[in-house]
């Protein structure tokens, strides 16, 4: 069974930076997609980045193109989403989430609709 493990989420004051990591495990690594999502209370869930393998392309959501990164580490599985200059907007639990078609181009719904697992979420809160 595939698992996803968020971590790196906490409480940070606007214009500071945070990581976040997606620790997977029970799959081949190489073999499926990870996204990430953020979903505010009483909000539709929306897509922030994902890596597509198949056409070698990273995408953003325009709300945080140009202040978040995410990377891959192949050697431990764990995909990275870098939060730079951070707006009390960004204000969220944050959700990775695996889509095991490695045929999958991103981003797909904004919802994540089309993912297979998910991880149990880790709070980002920016104070203003």
């Known amino acids: 069974e595939v698992q996803l493990v968020e971590s790196g989420g906490g409480l940070v004051q606007a214009g500071g930076s945070l990581r976040l990591s997606c620790q997977t495990s029970g799959y081949n690594f190489d073999d499926y997609v990870i996204g990430w999502f953020r979903q505010v209370p009483g909000k539709e869930r929306e897509g922030v980045s994902c890596?597509?393998?198949?056409?070698?392309?990273?995408y953003y959501a325009d709300s945080v193109k140009g202040r978040f990164t995410i990377s891959r580490d192949n050697t431990k599985s764990t995909v990275y989403l870098q939060m730079n200059s951070l707006k009390s907007e960004d204000t969220a639990v944050y959700y990775c989430a695996a889509e095991i078609d490695p045929y999958f181009r991103c981003p797909g719904s904004s919802s994540g609709s089309e993912y297979d697992y998910w991880g149990q979420g880790t709070q980002v809160t920016v104070s203003s």
């Open positions: 890596f597509s393998s198949v056409n070698e392309r990273t």
